[in-house]
């Protein structure tokens, strides 16, 4: 089944202590981007990756930290969590970077204290 | 300004009636323009995609769009109960950037 999935899907923790979400894919895009959601408001880009070892910021990127050493991993890491990265975290992969749909995984819900 | 701005909801309609959801956007370079539907909690999925100004229908939805204008639109026809749900219009513009509306809230009431 062609999915984009996500772990852990919920995570509580305190403030500072490193963690990181992975993200994989196995439909073979070359594009992968991580959203924030936060209640009332749309999905805001926090980096995305046009291929492999190429990576860039979004609009959000301040505290995160991404890597794509492999095709179909986008791991998203924060360094030094804080509360106000308490959110709903989507990855999202597609064909490509400029014109096409992307597909996203079910979210991780983080919460730090 | 935002990027991409959709109508205020919430929308409530009838069901059978037609829902339209509007969005505008600032950047003129925008190649595609997405909607997708999102249930409370769960992840977005794809509802409809245009590129080419004019219309694209698929099933009960068409999707509109107005380069000129900056302007895309989703219609449903003949709406139900299970189209309840925020729809978030989604623009891509240069490579690799993705910018979404907050989102419309849509009750279909039975």
């Known amino acids: 089944e062609a999915q984009v999935t996500q772990n852990p899907r919920y995570l509580i923790t305190v403030t500072g202590k490193k963690l990181t979400v992975t993200c994989s894919q196995n439909m073979n895009h070359e594009y992968m981007s991580w959203y924030r959601q936060d209640p009332g408001l749309g999905l805001r880009q926090i980096y995305y990756s046009m291929n492999v070892e190429v990576t860039d910021k979004g609009d959000v990127p301040e505290g995160y930290k991404v890597s794509r050493k492999e095709k179909r991993n986008f791991p998203l890491i924060l360094e030094s969590p804080s509360p106000n990265q308490t959110s709903l975290y989507f990855c999202a992969s597609s064909l490509s970077g400029e014109i096409h749909e992307q597909y996203f995984g079910p979210g991780t819900r983080l919460t730090v204290t | 300004q935002k990027e991409v701005e959709q109508n205020s909801g919430p929308l409530s309609v009838p069901e059978g009636a037609i829902a339209s959801l509007n969005c505008t956007y600032s950047d003129r370079g925008s190649q595609s323009f997405f909607w997708y539907r999102q249930y409370s909690g769960k992840s977005p999925e794809l509802i409809m995609f245009i590129y080419s100004n004019g219309d694209k229908e698929d099933g009960r939805f068409t999707a509109q769009l107005n380069k000129a204008s900056q302007y895309v639109s989703l219609l449903i026809r003949d709406s139900q109960p299970s189209d309840s749900a925020t729809y978030l219009c989604?623009?891509?513009?240069?490579?690799?950037?993705?910018?979404f509306g907050d989102g419309t809230t849509l009750t279909v009431k039975p």
């Open positions: 989604a623009v891509r513009a240069y490579a690799g950037k993705s910018t």
